[in-house]
């Protein structure tokens, strides 16, 4: 009986041992002239829950690419990409299954309404725990190009693949499956691979599992590749390869990552340091092949290192590609060995990432400067960015959120985040965080206990609570801090020495906490740039007094080392001598913030922003930096060479930032400039203003905006001898609100503003509604409404010039671009700015002085070419309504800053067959420096 039983128990435990773990067998056949997979595939799943499971789920990647409506389609078109949406057929990538088996019995499954790229499958039979499950797959890939996430087929016909085949989802009480979204976050339980890949004869197949055999063939080449508690793995396939594998011992790195022509020994021994630096601070990797590639590097840059031409050559091309190798090698160890949620928890991988490019750094180029080889050119060398060390990057990249509140918590979903968060200010506050908080517990415990927590959890399923709790016992310290407010909201860390009282021994020092947080702070005293002495100042709930010794010191200083993320350093020390805290300093150009200073740039500027005055050359002289202030100023006097006169600007503008409210944020100031407004003469503009600016609190990721402004509008023109109609009122003030509605997304767009004027003879009240849809078709569709009505009118009916417009505003609030505001013929008459009536046809009436209702659409015809059609209805006292309608067509250049327009037919006729029709066209252009890049902002924030 006793040998039964023992014979059971060693039957049993082989069982365990042999399904234990999930397997995928896949045999696929690349079908490289159509573009496509043919894939056989076996995936053994194992039930490691305690939960009886009657559905499993899988991922299928391959078809977030299988429509424009698929979430993946969505995200890019929520970053104003429309690649995906205008593409080919042909270009998009879908994945067809054709049959789920188990036991040669066709199993039920489809595709999740709103998650296309995820497969439920209903099991024929529960699968209880310690059980495996065996699905038998048959289905089709059709690779899309890799313009679109960088995976794919690229123009010169190579493949690079991730995410190319089925895995199963996993399953910890839930199942834990979302779609692709362009974020290289899928989440897996690892697998045992087993691959038999088919690829024709010219190409080489590179991939991180092992090459157990490579058999020829008459057709191409059969290539056998296995991996042991695999995560998932990337594929490529090129007719030129560009891969070197370098070995070092157990472990060989395979590498395309662009090298700047560096010598094959300077890479050997770069690759053998990045690998002895992995394999001390992580332990030994557990595959054989660590596979780094230029596509890694493109999606994952570190930024700063990419934004100059190759011509310049800001650091030496060594330490470049050095620091390249090195970012990808960390992320791609941690992933492959980290089992956590990378969608729910990428701060853990991106935070100790971080942490060793800035520790890596630290160790070996100590002396790296921010601006690298420029810092040592005269002229560059006097900025503070010269003084500002490599590392110091990461914590300006962070500020551009933290300091315009858009900043978002390291604890939330990936997905949730804006692009410039996901892709760098998370990603280095959470490697910022881990040095604060390696700063406060000291003695090396947070970067031990990182190692040892890598080292024990390596392959083994994990989360953030795990590391959480593992780094809490190895420490006596309270650090709960860093993971409520540092992790979980968006508090910001702002502290001030308020008050000094020192004595021939003693200091006592009174520290603000100007945030509502449980965040420490460093307090240094300092003594002619050396270190005194250094305490940790704990639970400043707002004003902690304390007394320290005195200790010859002359200053002291809170963050002096900078390790925390603090958004404003300005006042966070004191001159014990009794000096002005801050000097004034005066800079050519701006520059990084230097807190020791009270700092004004000055900036020579040339600029076109009319035809009166043609170029100007000027100076403006200001106090913004680099990160944005709460108080900026700007005095701008500029010379104009047509004019030859002295013309330019003034602003001074306050800004308060709202966390956790749909308030976004309030500002206010006044702002004042002196321009030409025709030949010979000259208009002065004085604005106060007070702008409420609201966002979606809840979902930064939205583009609802709205937007509330007050302002008074006091304008005063040099009088125009020759034009009386414009010179009855030659000085005249305007109250102004309005209410601006937005949401601005590529595929669908609204907009719309209500606006109420008040001057001395006139008041008035408009509406404008704007809508835009790009179809699956690719077909746009653009409609806007207009409409507005005087409610007092005692202005000189004969001059219209502060009447509604049919084409041409007369922009009397100077608020528009106009090259030629006062032009009545020629080329700059026919700049086209699309406000109130927004005809582009000159009727014959051409203004409304009682009420005006217009509506514009314009449809696609081909690409960019649109036809645009304008009907509206003017009226004016005394004189009946008129309905005005035009028609032609629309060039979208750049749709909002470049088009062109065609008059076609309208009240006047058939135009195009009309005298002087050169002399209708419309366009319209946008040159404006801020405006061009918000372009670039949209895609970002």
């Not at 709790?469 to 909201?489: C, G, M, R």
Request: with cysteine.
């Amino acid at each position: 009986m006793k040998f039964r039983l023992f014979i059971c128990f060693i039957l049993s435990s082989l069982y365990f041992s042999a399904f234990s773990q999930n397997k995928i067998d896949l045999k696929a056949n690349f079908n490289l002239q159509e573009k496509q997979i043919q894939i056989s595939q076996t995936i053994t799943y194992y039930n490691t829950s305690q939960t009886v499971l009657d559905t499993i789920y899988l991922n299928n990647w391959a078809n977030s690419f299988s429509s424009k409506k698929t979430p993946l389609a969505k995200r890019i078109a929520e970053e104003y990409k429309n690649d995906f949406h205008l593409a080919k057929n042909e270009d998009r990538g879908y994945s067809v299954i054709t049959s789920i088996k188990e036991n040669n019995s066709d199993v039920f499954f489809q595709e999740l309404k709103n998650h296309p790229d995820v497969v439920k499958v209903a099991l024929n039979a529960p699968l209880k725990p310690n059980e495996a499950y065996q699905l038998k797959l048959e289905y089709v890939v059709q690779v899309p190009h890799s313009k679109f996430t960088s995976y794919g087929v690229t123009n010169e016909g190579d493949y690079n693949l991730k995410y190319w085949y089925i895995t199963p989802a996993v399953y910890d009480t839930d199942w834990q499956y979302y779609s692709n979204k362009n974020l290289d976050d899928l989440f897996v339980p690892k697998s045992d691979l087993n691959f038999t890949i088919e690829i024709p004869k010219g190409y080489t197949l590179i991939s991180e599992l092992d090459t157990e055999n490579i058999a020829e063939t008459s057709s191409g080449q059969t290539i056998n590749l296995e991996g042991k508690n695999r995560i998932n793995t990337k594929l490529y396939l090129t007719q030129k390869s560009t891969f070197n594998t370098i070995q070092d011992g157990n472990l060989a790195l395979v590498s395309n990552i662009a090298d700047k022509n560096l010598e094959v020994i300077e890479k050997v021994l770069i690759t053998e340091k990045i690998t002895k630096y992995l394999t001390n601070k992580f332990g030994v990797y557990p595959h054989k092949r660590l596979l780094i590639s230029q596509t890694d590097y493109n999606k994952d840059p570190l930024y700063g290192l990419n934004f100059l031409p190759n011509f310049l050559r800001a650091y030496p091309n060594s330490f470049e590609y050095e620091i390249k190798l090195l970012k990808i090698a960390i992320r791609n160890y941690l992933e492959n060995t980290l089992l956590i949620n990378p969608r729910k928890e990428q701060w853990l991988l991106d935070g100790i990432q971080t942490y060793y490019l800035i520790t890596y750094v630290e160790e070996h180029y100590p002396n790296m400067k921010f601006l690298g080889n420029f810092a040592d050119i005269w002229g560059i060398r006097t900025f503070h960015a010269a003084d500002m060390h490599f590392n110091d990057k990461y914590n300006i990249a962070f500020m551009l959120m933290a300091r315009t509140n858009r900043d978002q918590p390291l604890s939330m979903q990936k997905d949730s985040l804006l692009k410039f968060n996901s892709n760098i200010a998370n990603k280095y506050k959470a490697g910022l965080g881990l040095k604060y908080l390696d700063d406060f517990v000291n003695s090396n415990i947070v970067e031990n206990s990182i190692e040892d927590f890598i080292k024990q959890n390596k392959l083994q399923p994990t989360t953030a609570k795990n590391f959480e709790v593992f780094i809490k016992s190895k420490t006596n310290k309270n650090i709960d801090w860093f993971f409520t407010d540092y992790l979980t909201t968006r508090k910001k860390l702002d502290f001030k020495i308020k008050k000094v009282v020192k004595t021939d021994d003693s200091i006592t020092v009174s520290i603000k906490n100007k945030r509502n947080n449980t965040m420490p702070v460093s307090l240094y005293s300092v003594k002619n740039d050396t270190i005194v002495s250094k305490i940790w100042v704990e639970n400043i709930d707002d004003v902690k007094t304390l007394t320290i010794p005195r200790n010859e010191a002359n200053k002291l200083v809170l963050n002096y080392n900078n390790k925390i993320p603090e958004v404003n350093v300005r006042d966070n020390w004191k001159s014990l001598k009794g000096l002005s805290n801050k000097p004034l300093q005066f800079r050519l150009f701006q520059d990084v913030e230097d807190p020791y200073y009270s700092q004004v740039f000055f900036m020579p500027i040339v600029e076109f922003d009319n035809i009166y005055d043609g170029f100007t050359l000027g100076l403006k002289a200001y106090n913004k930096t680099v990160l944005r202030k709460l108080f900026n100023y700007k005095i701008q006097p500029q010379y104009a060479f047509k004019s030859q006169s002295l013309t330019g600007s003034i602003s001074l503008l306050k800004t308060h930032y709202f966390q956790n409210s749909n308030l976004y944020y309030l500002n206010y100031g006044i702002g004042s400039s002196y321009t030409s407004y025709a030949e010979d003469l000259f208009a002065r503009k004085i604005t106060p203003s007070i702008v409420f600016g609201f966002r979606e609190n809840n979902d930064f990721r939205s583009n609802k905006r709205k937007l509330l402004q007050f302002r008074y509008i006091d304008i005063h023109r040099d009088k125009d001898e020759n034009n009386a109609f414009t010179s009855t009122e030659p000085n005249y003030s305007v109250f102004n609100a309005r209410f601006i509605h937005s949401n601005d997304n590529l595929l669908n767009f609204n907009k719309w503003y209500a606006d109420f004027q008040l001057g001395a003879k006139f008041s008035k009240l408009s509406f404008n509604y704007e809508y835009r849809k790009l179809f699956e078709s690719n077909r746009q569709l653009n409609i806007r409404f207009f409409a507005g009505t005087f409610l007092k009118n005692n202005t000189n009916l004969a001059s219209n010039y502060f009447s509604f417009a049919l084409d041409r505003p007369t922009d009397y609030l100077f608020d528009y671009s106009y090259l030629g505001r006062s032009e009545q013929s020629g080329i700059f008459s026919q700049q086209y700015i699309d406000a109130e009536g927004g005809f582009k046809s000159k009727l014959n009436t051409p203004f409304a002085n009682q009420w005006i209702t217009t509506f514009n659409t314009s449809t696609t015809i081909w690409n960019y070419i649109l036809a645009y059609g304008d009907i509206g209805v003017v009226k004016s006292k005394y004189n009946t309504s008129k309905f005005v309608y035009d028609s032609g067509i629309r060039v979208n250049l750049v749709t909002d800053y470049f088009e062109i327009y065609f008059p076609v037919y309208s009240n006047l006729g058939w135009e195009v067959s009309q005298a002087h029709y050169a002399e209708k066209i419309r366009f319209k252009i946008t040159l404006a420096p801020q405006a061009l890049l918000g372009l670039f902002r949209r895609r970002w924030f």
